[in-house]
């Protein structure tokens, strides 16, 4: 993938306009533990793209795991042959501008569990880039919405 990110204040912060703002390692594990925390600086939009990349094949497949902070929703998504399919969500969630949000996932096998502060537990069971070892980020940047990351972690399990 490609991104317009930029370090600001020692964090991983997206600049680029549109969709597929997309920052990713190649960790050699498929199965880990992935912990980031997430941070809208100047606004929070009313996309859904942004969050922690897990599993990432190339811009038409990965899953995305994150807030939809407009909608007050928290999400599992895959993108498979570029369409997105959500598989998880939970509702009730409150985003606020310039705090810091921990997203925590654990992908063991087809399985994956997602956290946001601790709380709101998703569970989604896919197959569709179970082998994939790239993960990373994505942020949507749209008017004065800058998601940006910091403490990116994978970790084997």
């Known amino acids: 993938g490609s991104a317009d990110i930029q370090i600001q204040t020692n964090r991983a912060r997206c600049e680029g306009n549109g969709i597929n703002n997309i920052a990713i390692i190649e960790s050699g594990i498929s199965d880990c533990d992935i912990?980031?925390?997430?941070?809208?600086?100047?606004?929070?939009?009313?996309?859904?793209?942004?969050?922690?990349?897990?599993?990432?094949?190339?811009?038409?497949n990965y899953y995305w795991i994150g807030p939809v902070a407009s909608l007050n929703k928290f999400r599992i998504f895959s993108r498979i042959a570029g369409t997105n399919n959500k598989e998880a969500e939970a509702t009730g969630i409150t985003i606020s501008v310039d705090t810091d949000y921990t997203i925590t996932i654990?992908?063991?096998?087809?399985?994956i569990v997602a956290e946001l502060d601790g709380a709101n537990q998703l569970t989604a069971t896919d197959s569709a880039h179970e082998t994939e070892t790239k993960h990373g980020m994505n942020g949507y940047v749209s008017g004065s919405q800058k998601p940006q990351f910091d403490n990116f972690e994978v970790a084997r399990i």
């Open 35 to 60: 912990t980031s925390i997430i941070r809208y600086a100047g606004g929070v939009g009313t996309v859904s793209t942004d969050g922690v990349v897990l599993r990432y094949e190339d811009a038409d």
């Open 106 to 111: 654990n992908a063991d096998g087809t399985s």
